[in-house]
């Protein structure tokens, strides 16, 4: 299955199974690439929040006009804060954003229970390092792209890359088809496997 990406400066479609590597600023404004990403060429989305609570993704979700009942929001946070939560059809919890083995777990429901072309998106990496640790984060981010793999899926992972040391986002950059690279003035450039 061939998904369209509206990306600028990025192949124009990816086949199933890819893994993307959105590189950026901690500062860069991620949020119009993130729902282009998942606006674009879509019948379910997961979004899975280690930055954000669920209701503000729904709020990014609504400001770009993002289809929410195609939405799946993984929230990781709410759960550790104190804030209420209820899981409703839209919105899933983990205990904290460092239950490596919760997020992948409900990853794989999430795919296991659509159909049709599914995109997934992770905001951020850079957080998940920040709680659980670099190597917990580099199997988790694994076990993902296997599962995208698996079911045809597609999927953008977000990392600051200058919060990092050099080998830390290379060690990243390694497993994933593709780097798409946003810069401080907001160009956008990228390197795909052929």
């Not at 500062?27 to 209701?55: C, K, N, Y």
């Not at 229970?113 to 951020?124: A, E, M, N, P, Q």
Request: charged fraction near 30%; proline fraction near 2%.
């Amino acid at each position: 299955m061939e998904y369209t990406l509206a990306i600028d400066n990025a192949p124009e479609t990816v086949p199933g199974g890819t893994g993307i590597l959105l590189l950026h600023p901690s500062t860069g404004e991620t949020d119009r690439l993130d729902t282009d990403f998942l606006a674009t060429d879509t019948d379910s989305m997961l979004v899975i929040s280690t930055r954000t609570t669920a209701r503000e993704v729904k709020q990014k979700l609504e400001y770009y006009e993002v289809d929410e009942s195609k939405a799946t929001i993984l929230d990781t946070l709410s759960v550790e804060r104190g804030y209420t939560r209820r899981r409703s059809e839209g919105v899933r919890y983990v205990s904290a954003p460092d239950d490596l083995s919760g997020i992948v777990s409900e990853t794989e429901t999430f795919l296991q229970d659509h159909d049709g072309k599914l995109r997934v998106t992770f905001d951020s990496l850079t957080e998940l390092i920040y709680y659980a640790d670099e190597d917990g984060a580099l199997s988790a981010v694994g076990d993902i792209l296997d599962l995208l793999a698996e079911y045809d899926a597609v999927g953008m992972f977000h990392l600051a890359d200058e919060v990092h040391d050099e080998e830390t986002v290379a060690r990243f950059r390694e497993l994933f088809d593709g780097v798409i690279e946003l810069s401080e003035d907001g160009t956008v450039s990228s390197s795909f496997e052929a």
